[in-house]
Every structure is written in structure tokens, then in C-alpha cells.
């Protein structure tokens, strides 16, 4: 929910505020990743991937993909794939998302 009001947060300034897009897209950038470690941290691999695909996807469309900050997100979605992986092979699923 926090998360979520800090994107919207982040939306609503990039409305009023002039603040060059690309800062403000990578601070939407670190949210994503951030939710995304958070779900992976909770052990929701599955959950946690789209959040840090788009992480990663936002970050490599402003700096490229050899920047500190993208190849952290990088090795982040890579972890997240590699427990979904081994939980598929064990017949397990993500818990059940709170709400």
C-alpha cells in the first residue's frame, strides 16, 4: 500500500512539478524494485518478478544495461527467477498476497 502511494506520489509531481522526466522515472524505477525485493524477501518469487522486470526495463531505457543500479535490479529478477524455478520444481507456490 505504501509503495503504491509513492508511485502515486511520484506520478502526481511529475504532473506539477518540472522535474525532468528521467529523474522521476528512476525513482519509479527504485519503487518497482524496491516492492519487488520486498515480495522476493517475503518468499514471492513469482510475485516479485514482474515488479523488478519493470524495474530493470525502466532503468536499461534511461541508462543502458551496464549501469551499477540496473545490473543490481538485474541480479535481483535473476534471484527471483532462480526461486520460482526451484519452487516449481518442488511443487510449491507463492503464499497466498495479503489484501
Known sequence: AQASKALDTVERLRRQVQVPDDRLDRVSARIWA?????LLAQGKPAQARPLLQRAVDMERKL???DVAETRRFQ??????GEANAEDAAQ????????G
Open 34 to 38: 524496491l516492492r519487488g525485493e520486498l
Open 63 to 65: 541508462y543502458g544495461p
Open 75 to 80: 541480479a535481483l529478477l535473476d534471484k527471483a
Open 91 to 98: 511443487g510449491k507456490r507463492d503464499p497466498p498476497q495479503d
